[in-house]
């Protein structure tokens, strides 16, 4: 399982891939973005397409990339029951070559803060360099001040009792160190993995977005639209590029 694949799992406990919870993130994502029909959109690490089907169902035109193959085929298989065309891709989001193509990108469940802090800032500059002059980067995080003051850990038993999973998280300086267990009840095997994520401050975020001719529109504390502070779970934020890089 990659460091993306086990973050995405890790969220998905707090809130289930419902067809509902999909309607609401697509629908803030339409909102927040207010794009004309037909608009570019790259849902920059897409996973299997929840949200890229979605979105090329409302009438832009979708490109998806993901690292993960397997992520990608489900997608795929995906919007050919939905009846959309879809651009998926699969590249590591340090090796995306776009310039000025789309009128939007989005990152969503917490797919940023995987590598350096001078990759990340990579990562930054290579979606500015993506997008169009004037086009917008939504971008949901963590938020890690939330993190601080709450118990991160996580234990799921399967229905069956086979097996356990256990996460056990600790944020130190501003970096989330992941730890996972996997016990299969009935041969006793145990599989453990452990993984690090950058968590970013409002301001570090604002700061990388800057750097890279970026400018902060707003900041959401979810996808009811509610305002980011350091009580919300969530850190959602909306930025506009002001500046050719």
Known sequence: MTVISMVQNMVSDWKAYSPVGTEQE???ICDVLNLKPNSQILDL???????????????YQVTGLDVNKDFLDIAKQKAIEAGVDVDFRQSDMRDMQY?????????????FGYFSDIENSEVIKKIAQALKIGGCFLIDLLNRDWMIRNNLNRYWRHPSGEYVLAYKIELQQGIAIMRRELLNQITGTKTRAEFV???????????ILEENGFSIVHSYGGFDGCEYTKDTPRMIILAKKTQTC
Request: aromatic share 14%; hydrophobic share 45%.
């Open 26 to 28: 697509v629908r803030f």
């Open 45 to 59: 690490y897409c996973g299997y397409g929840r949200h890229a089907i979605e979105l090329a169902k409302c009438g």
């Open 99 to 111: 310039n000025q193509r789309f009128d939007a990108i989005i990152n969503m469940f917490v797919a």
């Open 197 to 207: 994520l950058r968590a970013y401050s409002l301001t570090e975020m604002n700061n």
